[in-house]
């Protein structure tokens, strides 16, 4: 019973991370390149990010993707992410 414990709170602290991620790169799209996505088109695995939206807003990140990366891990306070898709 105590390994599922150690498990669940793993997994809560594993996704409460992620919905923390999402909510700072909406934000940084938003604030510096006036792009709107919700968190539905955000998924997040390991140190990479893929965003599922059209090719207009995948393009313009695609062309920015150097500064969103710097300005989300220099807001997360590490360099947890790497790539986005």
Do not use: A, H, P
């Not at 790169?25 to 998924?43: E, S, Y």
Request: net charge positive; glycine share 4%; charged share 30%.
């Amino acid at each position: 019973m105590n390994n599922l414990d150690n498990l669940l709170k793993k997994y809560f602290k594993l996704s409460s991370n992620d919905k923390f991620v999402k909510e700072k790169l909406i934000n940084i799209l938003k604030d510096n390149f006036r792009i709107d996505i919700n968190t539905d088109q955000i998924k997040i695995k390991d140190t990479e990010i893929f965003i599922n939206s059209g090719s207009i807003v995948k393009t313009e990140i695609f062309l920015n993707k150097g500064k969103i990366i710097y300005l989300l891990n220099e807001s997360l306070g590490d360099s947890k992410i790497k790539n986005i898709f």
